[in-house]
Nanobody, 115 residues
Framework: QVQLVESGGGLVQPGGSLRLSCAASGTSFSTYTMYWYRQAPGKQRELVAIITSGGSTNYADSVKGRFTISRDNAKNTVYLQMNNLKPEDTAAYYC?????????WGQGTQVTVSS
């Protein structure tokens, strides 16, 4: 069984920064690609960033150059560093892991960007 626990969200002013964390239980964390998604009220969940087991990364166009995904396999944790935040980044952020047994999600952490 996999459990994912996100943390690090909060209220931040435009231009500010936050670092989200996602701690994963379960075995073989280092072998799995990890994903960050977000969902704003009334909108579909969208993929924000990906990091493979080998450390390759990819980002949604809307966050390129501002967000950085990273992982610490010794801590079974994936991070999302978010800089130069904008009001349109306001959303609940979720990490995701995909296994043969299914897709696993955390409970989410809320990020609100407002002055």
């Amino acid at each position: 069984q996999v459990q994912l626990v996100e943390s690090g969200g909060g209220l931040v002013q435009p231009g500010g920064s936050l670092r989200l964390s996602c701690a994963a239980s379960g075995t073989s964390f280092s072998t799995y690609t990890m994903y960050w998604y977000r969902q704003a009220p009334g909108k579909q969940r969208e993929l924000v960033a990906i990091i493979t087991s080998g450390g390759s990364t990819n980002y949604a166009d809307s966050v390129k150059g501002r967000f950085t995904i990273s992982r610490d396999n010794a801590k079974n944790t994936v991070y999302l560093q978010m800089n130069n935040l904008k009001p349109e980044d306001t959303a609940a952020y979720y990490c995701n892991q995909r296994r043969g047994s299914g897709w696993y999600w955390g409970q989410g952490t809320q990020v609100t960007v407002s002055s």
